[in-house]
């Protein structure tokens, strides 16, 4: 993955200043610097808050690479960065709970991770600036106006996902293939999304679509087993719930020599076989790098969505070998093996 380069944020050569109280952030408010008596110094103090849906890697490691760009820009937990971390561990009410809490706390910026966290966030404050991440269609989830204008306290980074070019990559791999399985949450609208453009995009592949739907993640392992005999490969969407419970799609899959394409990478560190897709701990920087640009006082209603503009291409050579996959040459030279 290629990184982006990471724009200067961090004023030099402050020396002496007045001393301010740390106050509540708005839309496009920069946080304050406060300092001590004459002759000491100390740099920006910065609180944030981070509210995730759910532990999963791909979220956590979008969290990581977000702290990790601040910490390269002199941001550092225990010295002038807070972070109140808050994770809600799938359950909507302790969403609503956690973004409540926020909405009434004095911080200076809000990172919404997955699409429920952003939605619940973006209702419960319209002026403390909210940076979105791994949420894959903001404009249908009702959080933006537009991509390019999204207006209002939200900004931040899109994790859709370049469906085409999985399903393509399935089909290399797995040339047989006539039949897939699309396991997600219904009641998630970034898995609605990619679902709609996997039937819109299997039909020019000469592939079917059979679709399982779960609402909780105890019912995954039992909509991965609904498929077994129906399809002849598995594709596993950024589902949150779904990629939660990602080792019980993999048990039943690699147990009936079903391969599965997933729309991420720790599917396929877990078992999975393949995808071409986002890199979540670069995508987690990406958007770190807007926070600081925020916390230089841009406007956040005038910060465009951004995606990831390079996929990586990530096979799991454990799964390869127990399905019998005969991986291509050309493919084989780019991708990053797994579990060699």
Avoid: W
Avoid at 127 to 151: F, H, Q, Y
Avoid at 264 to 277: D, N, R
């Amino acid at each position: 993955m290629k990184k982006g380069s990471i724009k200067r944020v961090l004023g030099v050569g402050l020396s002496i200043v007045l001393a301010l109280g740390l106050t509540a952030c708005g839309g496009n408010s920069a946080p304050s610097t406060s300092q001590g008596t004459e002759g000491s110094s100390q740099a920006k103090k910065v609180n944030i808050g981070i509210i995730q849906i759910v532990e999963h890697p791909a979220l956590d490691a979008a969290r990581q690479g977000f702290l990790e760009a601040l910490k390269a820009k002199g941001y550092e937990e225990g010295k002038n960065l807070t972070v109140d971390y808050q994770n809600a561990q799938g359950d909507q009410s302790n969403l609503q709970s956690i973004s409540q809490k926020f909405a009434s706390s004095k911080l200076d910026l809000i990172l919404a991770i997955a699409t429920p966290s952003a939605q619940v966030m973006a209702s419960a404050t319209q002026d403390t600036p909210i940076l979105i991440t791994a949420v894959t269609d903001p404009v249908e989830a009702n959080l933006v106006g537009s991509m390019e204008k999204p207006g209002g306290n939200i900004s931040g980074t899109t994790d859709m996902n370049p469906i085409k070019e999985q399903l393509e990559l399935l089909k290399k791999l797995v040339p047989d293939a006539e039949t897939i399985g699309v396991l997600y949450n219904a009641a998630e609208v970034n898995s609605e999304v990619q679902v709609r453009v996997v039937k819109a995009e299997a039909p020019a592949l000469g592939l079917k679509i059979q679709e399982a739907t779960v609402a909780t993640s105890a019912d995954v392992l039992q909509a991965a087993q609904s498929l077994v005999g129906k399809v002849d490969a598995i594709y596993v969407p950024t589902d949150n719930m779904v990629v939660s419970a990602a080792q019980s799609v993999i048990q039943v899959a690699n147990e009936n020599k079903i391969p599965i394409i997933s729309g991420e990478s720790s599917v396929v560190e877990a078992g999975g076989l393949g995808t071409i897709g986002i890199n979540y701990k670069n995508l987690g920087a990406q958007t770190g790098e807007m926070a600081l640009r925020i916390f230089e006082g841009a406007k956040i209603a005038e910060m465009p969505i951004e995606s990831q503009k390079d996929f990586d291409i990530v096979l799991n050579q454990k799964t390869i070998d127990l399905l019998g996959i005969k991986v291509p040459a050309e493919i084989q030279s780019e991708a990053t093996l797994l579990n060699k």
